[in-house]
């Protein structure tokens, strides 16, 4: 046991000692972060850039008629003045030249001259004020063709938009702010995660495993310890290497997590809104009231959607799922790996080991889109799929029962493999000059220790 605990040591430290591993390890939470929070907090800022386009109406439709934004400013030109303006668009007070013709009301068409492409506020705002003043003005010529007085109001009665509000129901009735979106990235990304766990690190063991080999290492190692010791501890000490990652990863996501509420987010506005949260459930008839008198911003929205994930279950079943999968990955690579002597038998007998892998990557997106279906069900109970499975179906709720069975199932799988990689690995390890057939490693298993 203590030569185990020296090879884990050595692996362990020549890992988390490196550069690179302390750059992944530090920047992946930022960058995790930004992609989480930024649009959202970008979306509470204001744009103080303003941009000023000079508009010939040759219409006369529209003259007065456009409303300035925050960020875009109208300024109404003479048909005289156009070449000029058109000329020296950037070199002047003007961002772009709106050119209104006509025939607009037929066409439905405009032009914009500027220098550089415009950017999408400005060309959003454009498209919004022609199209709503133009859709009004023909509205009124409807009502007047007509002769119905209150047309016009009984039309724009008809415009309807849903918003969606999704609240979790706890043991006591109340209610937390859920994201079906927020709860597919999270999905998403912990499925995804141990796919790269598991073949970055499955895939450091199986190339520890053959330059040893290939260099004739592991003849002086097993001088003082076995090979089955040696597997182990090369393992244990790699499985080691991304619990620490992962668990950084966890702390500096908590602290950045913590640290963006603070400063963005008042308490306030989340007690709000966690109290109307409280009130929809309980189907109070002023639920609706105080929802539509608080309008929480994009951030805040963000905010209360991720603290509606069960994060400690997700972060526990992620180490089950992440340890006994690597577990059971890296222990068949490290078999193939002492099994061969080149690099492209290796990689022949990597195939059926990597297809499951591939597999679950696969059929990942149709899991998220149905996580309760057949397909989800049975791919998260199927061993060397559900490591991936499982992680993504945990953030929409998964009986208790499943997580037992699958974790069971997943547990004695690895166990069984184990043994299986330890009996190729302590023959295959010093057998040289011959490549073995699946038929000559299957005796291999017959072999006494």
């Known amino acids: 046991m203590n030569k185990i605990f020296i090879i884990i040591k050595r692996e362990y430290l020549t890992r988390v000692t490196k550069k690179s591993f302390l750059l992944l390890t530090l920047l992946t939470p930022l960058l995790f972060a930004g992609i989480m929070f930024l649009p959202g907090y970008l979306a509470t800022r204001e744009n103080k850039e303003e941009h000023k386009v000079a508009v010939l109406d040759r219409s006369t439709l529209f003259l007065g008629e456009l409303e300035d934004?925050?960020?875009?400013?109208?300024?109404?030109?003479?048909?005289?003045?156009?070449?000029?303006?058109?000329?020296?668009?950037?070199?002047n007070e003007f961002y772009a030249l709106l050119d209104i013709p006509q025939s607009i009301v037929s066409t439905n068409r405009v032009v914009v001259y500027s220098n550089k492409q415009i950017n999408l506020d400005v060309k959003n705002h454009i498209d919004w004020q022609l199209e709503?003043?133009?859709?009004?003005?023909?509205?009124?010529?409807l009502v007047s063709r007509l002769g119905v007085p209150d047309l016009e109001d009984q039309l724009e009665s008809t415009k309807t938009r849903i918003t969606?509000?999704?609240?979790?129901?706890?043991?006591?009735?109340?209610?937390k702010k859920g994201s079906?979106?927020?709860?597919?990235?999270?999905?998403?990304?912990?499925?995804?995660?141990?796919y790269i766990f598991v073949f970055m690190y499955?895939?450091?063991?199986?190339?520890?495993?053959?330059?040893?080999?290939q260099n004739r290492i592991v003849e002086v190692i097993i001088s003082s310890a076995k090979p089955v010791q040696l597997m182990l501890g090369k393992i244990i000490g790699l499985a080691a290497?991304?619990?620490?990652?992962?668990?950084?990863?966890?702390?500096?996501?908590?602290?950045?997590?913590?640290?963006?509420?603070?400063?963005f987010v008042s308490d306030e506005a989340l007690q709000q809104m966690a109290e109307s949260q409280s009130v929809m459930v309980q189907s109070n008839p002023m639920a609706s009231e105080m929802m539509s008198n608080f309008e929480p911003n994009e951030f805040e929205k963000i905010i209360a959607e991720i603290e509606g994930i069960n994060f400690p279950q997700i972060i526990g079943m992620f180490l089950i799922f992440f340890i006994?999968?690597?577990?059971?990955?890296?222990?068949?690579?490290?078999?193939?790996?002492?099994?061969?002597?080149t690099e492209e038998d290796m990689n022949q007998f990597m195939l059926p080991v990597t297809i499951p892998l591939i597999a679950a990557i696969i059929i990942l997106a149709n899991v998220i889109k149905n996580p309760e279906g057949q397909l989800a069900f049975w791919a998260s109970h199927i061993p060397f799929t559900s490591p991936i499975i499982m992680m993504v179906r945990i953030p929409f709720g998964v009986p208790w029962y499943e997580l037992v069975i699958s974790v069971a199932i997943l547990a004695a799988s690895t166990f069984g493999a184990i043994w299986v990689a330890a009996k190729i690995y302590r023959t295959g390890i010093l057998m040289y000059g011959k490549k073995p057939s699946w038929k000559e490693i299957g005796k291999w298993l017959t072999y006494k220790s």
């Not at 499955?202 to 080999?213: H, L, N, T, Y």
Request: glycine residues 12%.
């Open 132 to 141: 709503h003043k133009l859709e009004n003005q023909k509205r009124a010529e």
């Open 202 to 213: 499955g895939g450091m063991v199986m190339r520890g495993v053959s330059e040893e080999k």
């Open 241 to 263: 290497v991304g619990l620490t990652q992962f668990l950084i990863w966890v702390i500096l996501m908590a602290g950045i997590f913590i640290g963006a509420k603070s400063m």
């Open 164 to 175: 969606v509000d999704t609240l979790k129901l706890t043991e006591d009735g109340a209610g």
């Open 69 to 91: 934004s925050k960020s875009t400013k109208f300024h109404f030109i003479p048909e005289e003045e156009f070449e000029n303006v058109k000329n020296s668009i950037g070199s």
């Open 324 to 341: 006994l999968g690597y577990l059971l990955y890296s222990s068949l690579m490290a078999a193939i790996a002492a099994a061969v002597d």
């Open 180 to 194: 079906t979106e927020i709860a597919m990235g999270i999905g998403y990304a912990a499925g995804f995660l141990i």
